[in-house]
């Protein structure tokens, strides 16, 4: 999650507090250079302003990038947002945050961040937003946003084979509800319908979508794309 001069440097300063027959087994020290690490050297910055922020009660501005084809961050938009939590999740780290523009959570990667300011303004409190007024409920973070698409939750059910039985455990854990049908399981699940759209395709040969219909209809949809793309 750090760059690959970052992880450099961190590594050497841990050797030299080892003894010289430690040292002579470090064989991949450089291998970091290789490694896939974003370049945003902002990124401890970041985690300091954040903390602060959050601690102080105030908004943040930053701006949000995307990488483009020559593999740098690209501007994408400028934010105002109220911090509340920084979140690992999917082996990515996360800003979850109300965008002050659309008055809604939303998850921003942290690597993606660059430019970002304290402001003198106070943050909004999270437990004002709607459906956060006990707070933040981290096993629906986990189980419903696979991909952490800040849609709301909603009721999926799907049929799948017995040999994805241990991915759906492990992306939506006590969040699915599972009973077997013939050869096949169906599923259960509160989820967002943009997440679950990518988390389908993704097991397309296993996995079929029966609830809701407007979800069947737009995987559907874009198996008819693939399909003309491959012709």
């Not at 933040?136 to 017995?162: Q, R, W």
């Amino acid at each position: 999650h750090i760059t690959a001069q970052y992880s450099k440097q961190l590594i050497e300063k841990l050797c030299a507090l080892s003894n010289k027959y430690f040292r002579s087994h470090v064989k991949n020290i450089y291998s970091v250079n290789d490694w896939s690490k974003t370049d945003n050297a902002a990124l401890f910055l970041n985690i300091d302003i954040i903390d602060g922020a959050i601690e102080a009660g105030k908004k943040v501005t930053f701006v949000y990038n995307k990488y483009g084809a020559d593999k740098k961050l690209h501007k994408t938009s400028d934010n105002i947002a109220s911090p509340y939590q920084l979140i690992l999740h999917n082996q990515r780290y996360y800003l979850m945050a109300c965008n002050e523009r659309w008055g809604s959570i939303t998850y921003y990667r942290l690597d993606r961040i660059t430019d970002m300011r304290l402001s003198d303004e106070a943050a909004t409190p999270l437990r004002s937003l709607k459906e956060y007024e006990s707070g933040i409920n981290y096993k629906e973070i986990a189980t419903s946003l696979p991909y952490m698409f800040a849609t709301k939750p909603e009721h999926v059910e799907f049929l799948c084979d017995g040999s994805v039985i241990d991915q759906v455990v492990d992306w939506f854990g006590d969040n699915a509800r599972i009973s077997q049908q013939g050869e096949k399981f169906k599923v259960s699940v509160n989820v967002s319908l943009m997440a679950m759209e990518y988390w389908a395709m993704q097991y397309l040969n296993a996995v079929e979508v029966i609830f809701p219909q407007s979800l069947r209809e737009k995987i559907a949809a874009n198996l008819h794309a693939a399909i003309e793309k491959y012709r």
